[in-house]
DNA sequence: TTAATATATGAATATATGTTCATATATGAA
DNA sequence: TTCATATATGAACATATATTCATATATTAA
């Protein structure tokens, strides 16, 4: 079976998602999140960001299904939204840290 | 073994490496090499895209390791760089084709 | 209700980026 | 060498995007 090559909007749908990975501080909080679920507050926190750019990037991963989240009293709380998140950084951890 | 989180250099040069897949043009020209190696003018005229928005793309995914090239004759000939970038591909693709 | 806490949103700004046009470089043919 | 073909590069411009500041919304406690 020959691999096809994706329509116009698939591609399209493609490059936004994967341009989310594109940006460092998105990719903080991507990796926060990969070790455990963690409120807006607590993020912020721990990479030393304002909660007002950690809240428009969640906004980001959340639009394209980078994360899920739950909210519970006055916090929301965010993780990874499935397996296929964790495969891309870590198949990307392994190309960057090839030599040659 | 508890996941780390890759330190500052990491995340930057992961950043610019998954960045890379963020454009549709790239992305188009990832699919076409994904098939088979190609040159810049049969790149250029399969997606139809003038050859120096081509070249320009090439030197980025070049600079990135998403491909790799090869001189015959006035030739340049390019492929994928390692399996790291089809499986990216596959992994984005299985992404945005699930509903709900 | 009022106050306090947690999160989200909108506008503004500075920076980054993709494409185009013009042109340079490289290789092979004549 | 000169000409033709293939590819690469640099500058310019228009668009996209990340962060900040100010402020809004939501929830809980008093």
Redesign the interface.
Known sequence: M??T??VEE???????????????T???IL??L??RELGVHAIAEQLELQQTTVSHQLKVLRYL?LVRYRKEGRGVFYSLS?D?IE???N????????QI
């Open positions: 020959e691999p090559i994706p698939e591609i399209i749908d493609l490059s936004e998602f994967l341009k989310t990975f594109g940006d460092p998105r990719l903080r990796f926060l990969r070790e299904r499935d296929h495969q891309i950084l198949i990307g951890m392994e190309h960057i840290q090839e």
